[in-house]
């Protein structure tokens, strides 16, 4: 599916978020980087909806993963819609950037700007969707009241940072309520995991109401493969 099509889908009219199905984006943080390429277009070949990519600076979080440079080269090889999760210090200084090598979909997190809404205004203003993240521990009402703002709502799993780690129980809580919070209020907008999702996370958290599950090492990481991976993924939700 290409990005058009996903904007069609996102724009779908009177579409609301329970008509819209469930998707799949594939965090490349697990990917094997010395073919990327390749990489990408298994999970492309899979039927894979989303690519999400997982920027770390060493700040936010512990760990540094990639910027702008491989993002432009990943845009030269795939139309799929580029869901970047930006786990970096001072967000909307790069916005305009991330936006110009690729991205369809900006996620800042809550916790690493000082005016969550400055950044907000950042991404609308790139024409880029906007999502924010919590971490596992940032409550949810934290957003509540930006949520009409925001096109995704990113909960966090696990502690941002590294892939392969466990999904933490409580989470489910907080996006039972988001669930229940959106669809009282009509809102359009999505609710995305991110962090320990596999074969066994996955159906609680479709249940709960999820509508974007992202999967890094469960796809990648595979024995089986990335195409059966994402198909077992999709049999689940
Ligand atoms: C972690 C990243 C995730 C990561 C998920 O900070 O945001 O996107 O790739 O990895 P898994 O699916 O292995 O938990
Ligand atoms: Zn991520």
Not at 13 to 34: N, P
Not at 57 to 62: A, L
Request: aromatic share 8%.
């Amino acid at each position: 599916m290409d990005v058009k099509d996903q904007f069609r889908r996102w724009n779908k009219k009177d579409s609301g978020v329970g008509e819209m199905s469930k998707m799949i984006s594939a965090s490349i943080l697990s990917a094997d980087f010395s073919c990327l390429g390749e990489e990408i277009k298994k999970a492309e070949t899979a039927g894979v909806d989303w690519l999400h990519i997982d920027v770390m600076d060493g700040v936010f979080v512990p760990n540094i993963s990639i910027g702008l440079p491989v993002i432009d080269s990943m845009r030269k090889v795939t139309k799929l819609f580029f869901d970047v999760h930006l786990m970096i210090v001072e967000p909307e200084r790069y916005i305009s950037y991330f936006r110009q090598a690729g991205a369809n979909l900006i996620t800042v997190h809550f916790e690493s700007t000082k005016d969550v809404k400055v950044a907000i205004a950042e991404v609308k203003k790139s024409g880029a969707k906007v999502g924010v993240s919590l971490k596992p521990e940032t409550p949810f009402e934290e957003i509540e009241p930006l949520l009409q703002e925001l096109d995704l709502v990113l909960f966090m799993g696990v502690e941002p940072g590294f892939g392969g780690q466990r999904f933490n129980p409580n989470v489910i809580t907080k996006i039972k309520t988001a669930r229940a919070v959106i669809d009282k209020r009509g809102l359009k907008t999505l609710i995305e995991v991110d962090g320990g999702v596999n074969e066994e996370t996955i159906p609680n958290l479709s249940k709960a109401g999820v509508d974007v599950f992202v999967a890094g090492s469960y796809i990648f990481s595979n024995p089986k493969g990335v195409a059966y991976a994402i198909s077992k993924l999709r049999d689940l939700i």
